[in-house]
């Protein structure tokens, strides 16, 4: 079965550069959340959306910015990039934001030099 | 505020040992979603279980079992006869029906000894 697809899987940037990442929802999903995940820590939740429309909003730094494009993919833009933001950057999608059930992609690993 | 809770930081079992991981969840809704996830050394998350506020049902998967009691608040996961493959971190997690995010407890590193 089709799962979310997240590019890349690895990215090295340097301090204030930018950063776009890219997912791929599951066929037929027209929800996408985006979660950070810094090292040894849980995921935390940035944005999400639905049906191309922001649904809700977390933790995520002004520097930060995301969308949905009109065939449900997302990007992650990411300017002025931190030491502190690196991390494992997951993306997950759902059928519907009532479902609930989310299924992560496999991440995409950011490192900030 | 929801909040989920995982005491176990980590735990160590021998293979074929039965492990509880244990996750203690705070919300103010009626309605929410509980979850599973496996996070196993590669990194992804793996999709284990939902379970709605409104099931209290036990659920077994085969070597897996959730045990979810309202009263106390905690939705606990037991691996029967657990295998080297189980290694890995696993996390709780709560949603409510108000908002969209999901919100993780700090994860349990289960590491199973042959």
């Known amino acids: 079965a089709a799962g979310v697809i997240q590019s890349p899987r690895h990215l090295i940037k340097e301090k204030r550069e930018t950063a776009t990442l890219k997912c791929y929802p599951i066929?037929?999903?027209?929800?996408v959340y985006w979660y950070q995940q810094g090292p040894g820590q849980d995921p935390q939740f940035l944005i999400s959306?639905?049906?191309?429309?922001?649904?809700d909003k977390g933790s995520i730094p002004d520097r930060f910015s995301a969308q949905q494009f009109s065939d449900y993919h997302s990007e992650l833009n990411m300017s002025s990039l931190e030491l502190g933001d690196s991390a494992l950057y997951f993306c997950?999608?759902?059928?519907?934001?009532?479902?609930?059930?989310?299924?992560f992609g496999p991440g995409t690993r950011l490192t900030v030099t | 505020a929801q909040k989920v809770t995982q005491a176990q930081t980590e735990i160590s079992v021998v293979e074929k040992e039965d492990v509880t991981l244990d996750c203690v969840y705070e919300?103010?809704?009626?309605?929410?979603?509980l979850f599973w996830y496996k996070q196993p050394p590669s990194g992804e998350l793996v999709f284990l279980i939902r379970?709605?506020?409104?099931?209290?049902q036990n659920e077994i998967s085969g070597r897996y079992s959730w045990n979810f009691q309202k009263s106390t608040s905690s939705f606990n996961f037991t691996i029967t006869a657990s295998q080297v493959v189980d290694s890995a971190v696993y996390f709780c997690?709560?949603?409510?029906?108000?908002?969209?995010?999901?919100?993780f407890g700090a994860g349990t590193r289960l590491t199973v000894k042959p």
């Open positions: 997950a999608s759902s059928l519907g934001v009532q479902t609930r059930e989310q299924y």
């Open positions: 066929p037929r999903h027209d929800t």
């Open positions: 959306f639905y049906e191309k429309m922001q649904s």
């Open positions: 919300t103010r809704d009626t309605t929410y979603y």
């Open positions: 379970r709605n506020s409104f099931d209290e």
């Open positions: 997690a709560l949603s409510e029906v108000r908002g969209n995010d999901m919100r």
